[in-house]
C-alpha cells in the first residue's frame, strides 16, 4: 500500500487503478477470512481505509480540475447602461 502523499502524485488513471487492485485484494482477504484459511482479518479493516484514503484523494483531485476550468471560464459581463426617457 501507497502512504498519502505517494497517492497524492499518482494521477487519475493510475488512482483507479490502485483503487482497483486494492478492491480485489479486499475480495481476496475477505474469502480467506471466511473460509477458514487466514486469521488476517485486520487486513480487512486496513484495505477498507485504504480505499477510502483513494477515494477521497480522486475526489479532491476532480474538484481541484473542476475549480480551475471554472475560474478560467469566469469571463466580465458587459456593462449596460440604462437609456434616459
Known amino acids: 500500500m501507497l502512504s498519502q ?5 499518482l494521477s487519475l488513471k493510475e488512482l483507479d487503478l490502485e483503487f482497483a487492485k486494492a478492491t480485489k485484494d479486499l475480495f481476496k482477504i ?5 473460509t477458514g484459511s487466514s486469521k488476517a482479518s485486520h487486513q480487512i479493516r486496513n484495505l477498507k481505509k485504504y480505499r477510502a484514503i483513494i477515494k477521497t484523494i480522486r475526489k479532491e483531485m476532480e474538484i ?3 475549480k480551475k476550468f471554472t475560474d478560467q471560464k469566469t469571463v466580465e ?3 449596460v447602461e440604462k437609456a434616459t426617457k
Do not use: A, I
Not at 502523499?5 to 502524485?9: A, C, F, G, Q, S
Open 5 to 9: 502523499e505517494e497517492l497524492k502524485k
Open 30 to 34: 475477505r474469502f480467506e477470512v471466511n
Open 64 to 66: 481541484s480540475e473542476q
Open 77 to 79: 459581463e458587459p456593462k
